[in-house]
């Protein structure tokens, strides 16, 4: 009787350590995700690439904006509900510009352990956000954190949303440099990447923009906005 309850609480300790793995692996995962289009980068022998920037906007906006415009660059902005109630002018400025506009939340909570209820009024609050901007675009989403359990990717699936991650992501680690951010993304990019930035608060990423630009350029690669890069747009002039 001893042996079996030892064997029958090892079974129970080896479960659980298995589902708590494959829960780790599943939220973190940039490639799957239970259900509905998640796409991380697209698998194409052209040499394009998307530039996505997360977050805000914050007062950083409009020197963003104005070093995308000199470099006649379309980026995809993931923005968060609340920042854009805060500064709905500079959410307008970013459409005005042309750029595309993705749905990065409210709150930026980590969207895993929630009910859907919770997620539909993170997504829904920020959709609403983003009209009042009057931009009228594709809107995509991206997780907070890259994180999604169940009940994001099943709300997203049922309102044909697509999940975009990213394969390319230099800045994250905090503290990074600007030659550091260049030569990573730079290095790690290849036809088809969507390339994360967190140039709204960090400084360095901001100024790495133009140089990591400037350097892709130089190697062939054309520039687009995400829903461009999915559905196989060639780049064009802004």
């Known amino acids: 009787m001893k042996r079996r309850l030892l064997l029958g609480g090892a ?3 080896v479960l659980a350590a298995v589902l708590s793995i494959g829960t780790y692996v599943l939220m973190n995962s940039r490639t799957f995700q239970v259900a509905g289009r998640l796409v991380h980068r697209v698998d194409t022998s052209a040499k394009v690439v998307a530039l996505t920037i997360d977050d805000g906007p914050t007062d950083r906006t409009p020197a963003i904006l104005e070093t995308l415009a000199a470099e006649h660059v379309p980026a995809t902005f993931y923005l968060v509900g609340r920042d854009l109630a805060a500064h709905r002018d500079y959410g307008a400025q970013i459409a005005a510009a042309g ?3 993705g749905n990065h939340s409210y709150t930026h909570p980590r969207l895993v352990f929630v009910t859907p209820a919770t997620v539909r009024d993170e ?3 920020t959709d609403a ?4 901007t009057g931009y009228h675009g594709p809107v995509t989403f991206r997780p907070p954190y890259g994180k999604k359990l169940v009940a994001l990717p099943w709300y997203l699936s049922h309102h044909d949303r697509t999940t975009v991650m990213w394969d ?7 503290g990074a440099s600007t030659d550091a951010i260049v030569s990573k993304t730079v290095n790690r990019a290849r036809p088809g990447s969507i390339i994360l930035l967190h140039a709204m608060y960090q400084s360095a990423a901001a100024a790495a923009i133009p140089r990591i630009v400037a350097e892709l350029r130089s190697r ?4 687009v906005t995400v829903s461009q890069l999915i559905a196989g747009t060639k780049p064009t002039g802004m």
């Open 11 to 13: 079974i129970v300790v």
């Open 99 to 101: 750029h595309e506009l």
């Open 123 to 125: 997504v829904e609050r």
């Open 129 to 132: 956000e983003i009209e009042r």
């Open 168 to 174: 390319v992501e230099s800045d994250s680690a905090g």
């Open 220 to 223: 062939g690669y054309g520039f």
